[in-house]
């Protein structure tokens, strides 16, 4: 098992395991798995990216600062254990590392087999092994970034994941067992050994479900009330609405196939398009046909037959007259 564990973390150094969503993006700098010599630490340092930590077997010791420190009580250097996606990532270090007296509010930890922590961007810790038990750490450090977002439907992913970065920001100092952490990290390294089919969509699964196994290991209930996030129906059937009709543009949709689809019926689902988009379901429809076939005249790789045909005009005569109407211009013009 352990071999398999190794091999998996060997594998995850070689391969992109990068999150790239419309609303997240979150780059890895490292996945592995680190066997530490007898007696071996890691000086107080910190990192500008998140720090996942969990000990799989052996004891050690884990200390925290428990406050902010001045620009001049640390330098710079480039990071001891360097990122996939940025190979100019900084650490930082304390400049004085034995007068550990001018440092307040130090705490001090005994970890073993199951032991998990995290540190948040710019909180310094320090680690180190025993001698006659050495650590075995799995660890993930990243970057976590919110993007803005064009589409009212994603909405709530992008509370959600703003919750998650809210909880993994605290300036939180716990050390706690957490055998759910365990599994999820070695079911990443198992994935990336075994490489089954899909084994890396399953692993960049794993990888997010492990972020959010910390962020719920760093809720303070007392603090964050769990929230479910709330679904704009209106929105959500706009966009059944609309993806029925797109999938359907070369041929006549009717009011009663419309209004089949996305459970509604034919009086409702009139009395809402003219609601929310001010004209009737029929020139609603025309709408999106004529946006479909703006978009591919522009394009210039299809004949005005070709483009009335996939748009569902009965002509290009059609089509030329209802874009005239809708755009002011015609086909040969935009």
Request: net charge positive.
């Amino acid at each position: 098992m352990e071999d398999i564990i190794f091999e998996g973390s060997n594998v995850l150094k070689i391969i992109d395991i990068d999150l790239k969503y419309p609303e997240l993006e979150i780059l890895v700098d490292f996945l592995h798995v680190y066997q530490y010599k007898p007696n071996e630490t890691f000086t107080f340092h910190s990192h500008p990216n998140f720090e996942l930590h969990y000990y799989a077997s052996g004891e050690g010791e884990v200390v925290f600062i428990d406050n902010q420190l001045a620009s001049n009580e640390y330098f710079t250097m480039p990071a001891a254990v360097k990122s996939k996606s940025d190979p100019t990532l900084i650490e930082y270090q304390i400049e004085k590392e034995g007068n550990l007296n001018s440092i307040n509010k130090t705490k001090i930890f005994k970890v073993k087999a199951g032991s998990t922590f995290f540190n948040p961007p710019g909180q310094f810790c320090w680690q180190k092994s025993s001698d006659d038990k050495p650590l075995i750490e799995y660890a993930m450090r990243f970057s976590f970034k919110i993007k803005k977002s064009e589409n009212p439907v994603n909405a709530h992913f992008v509370k959600e994941y703003k919750l998650i970065q809210q909880l993994l920001t605290q300036q939180i100092i716990k050390v706690e067992e957490n055998f759910e952490i365990k599994e999820i990290f070695e079911t990443i390294f198992k994935e990336a050994y075994y490489k089954k089919p899909a084994f890396l969509v399953k692993i960049k699964n794993e990888f997010l479900n492990l972020i959010i196994a910390y962020a719920r290991f760093a809720w303070d209930k007392k603090q964050f009330s769990f929230f479910i996030p709330e679904i704009d129906t209106n929105i959500k059937r706009l966009s059944m609405i609309e993806n029925y009709i797109a999938a359907n543009l070369s041929v006549n949709i009717t009011i009663e196939q419309l209004a089949k689809n996305v459970n509604m019926s034919e009086r409702n689902l009139c009395r809402f398009i003219k609601e929310k988009k001010g004209v009737s379901i029929h020139q609603y429809i025309t709408q999106l046909k004529v946006n479909k076939a703006v978009s591919l005249i522009k394009l210039k790789e299809h004949s005005l037959i070709d483009i009335a045909i996939i748009t569902g005009f009965s002509s290009p005569f059609h089509l030329s007259k209802s874009v005239k109407k809708l755009t002011r211009k015609s086909p040969s013009e935009l």
